[in-house]
């Protein structure tokens, strides 16, 4: 059987495994990142008892079975997240929800395994919407997994009015959060739309600083679409590539990129 050792990914390989990802899934894999995918595609081939060469024979034909899609498109996205990540966008959604008087609708664009979601519909609750809707996507269907079932290691924000102990390290979220806060696997880049119409605030963050500046500019136009007149989308700061979209204006804001639908 093979081994990590044995499974050396040589430059052309590489090339070629970067092409058809970006060819099938419209995910772009950066230099940064390009050795850890290699690394974890040569393990990942290995646990499959096929060889880089091999392995991609079956991708391009399209004989390997769904799961081990999913497993690939999962191990070429970055997952790095955790609760309360950025406080400044927290404090934006809650501040643009201010004069909502229905339950507030939030998209998480790109959400890995549901931190994100969570800390918002915790911002939303703490801020005195009793309901709201709060939808995660993103391109990894076993991030996607993770979050719908709510499970997280402790936090000491996550406290035991919205999560539960799980466990001697672990919370999970009770059910009338989790009822609020729902999840999609989904490629932006796609032509499939989001499951998630008329949302109030749209949040992308620590996702675009991996595609290239015009595929940037593409998916904050897909998601302006989405916006209904007043609707805000927010980006981490130094993400949007100096986008200047038709339709939206930027609101001054040093801390992030915030725009919000006038037209």
Not at 196 to 213: E, K, S
Not at 228 to 241: M, V
Request: glycine fraction near 6%; charge should be negative.
């Amino acid at each position: 059987m093979n081994t990590v050792d044995d499974l050396i990914l040589d430059e052309g390989m590489a090339n070629s495994w970067m092409k058809i990802i970006e060819e099938r899934f419209a995910i772009e894999i950066d230099e940064h990142r390009r050795v850890a995918f290699a690394r974890a595609l040569t393990s990942f081939a290995c646990e499959t008892g096929e060889t880089l060469e091999s392995l991609f024979k079956l991708f391009v034909s399209g004989r390997l079975e769904e799961a081990q899609r999913f497993q690939i498109l999962h191990l070429a996205t970055n997952h790095e997240t955790r609760f309360f990540r950025y406080p400044p966008s927290l404090s934006a959604i809650r501040d643009a929800c201010a004069d909502i008087r229905r339950p507030p609708r939030v998209l998480s664009v790109g959400c890995s395994t549901g931190e994100e979601p969570y800390s918002i519909a915790c911002t939303l609750l703490r801020a005195g919407h009793a309901a709201f809707h709060v939808h995660g996507t993103d391109v990894s269907l076993p991030c996607i997994d993770k979050a719908r079932q709510g499970i997280y290691r402790g936090h000491p924000e996550i406290r035991l009015d919205v999560a539960a102990p799980q466990g001697q390290h672990e919370v999970r979220f009770h059910a009338w959060i989790r009822d609020m806060v729902t999840f999609e696997q989904h490629n932006i880049l796609a032509e499939r739309p989001v499951n998630f119409t008329a949302p109030d605030v749209i949040i992308t963050q620590n996702m675009l600083i991996y595609y290239r500046v015009e595929t940037r500019h593409l998916i904050l136009q897909k998601l302006a679409a989405m916006l209904p007149i007043g609707g805000y989308l927010l980006t981490g700061p130094a993400e949007d590539g100096n986008w200047n979209p038709l339709g939206l204006k930027r609101l001054p804001n040093h801390l992030l990129n915030l725009f919000v639908r006038v037209a």
